[in-house]
């Protein structure tokens, strides 16, 4: 009876071990993952940052032949009826 019990918590134990190892295995793999999804972020991050640049979207819009007005008016708008701000 000994034996038997001694040799189903050596297996028990064998096999915790066992999965413990398979756990380790793909904590390292997310780990990996993940830090190679957190640079594609930040170099889209920095792609984006770029492409909005305003000195960017400036060269872009005078490469297609737009330019600033020469003249801007501003119209005022009339407060709404029955108040308000």
């Not at 001694?6 to 999965?19: C, D, M, P, R």
């Not at 909005?52 to 003249?71: C, E, K």
Request: proline content about 5%.
């Amino acid at each position: 009876m000994v034996a038997v019990l001694a040799a189903v918590l050596i297996i028990g134990i064998a096999s915790l071990s066992a999965l413990f190892v398979q756990s380790s295995f793909s904590v390292d793999g997310l780990q990996t993952s993940l830090s190679t999804l957190q640079q594609q972020n930040t170099d889209l991050r920095e792609q984006v940052a770029q492409a909005s640049s305003p000195q960017r979207v400036m060269a872009w819009a005078r490469a297609r032949g737009m330019r600033m007005p020469d003249h801007v008016i501003t119209l005022p708008l009339r407060s709404a009826p029955g108040g308000g701000a």
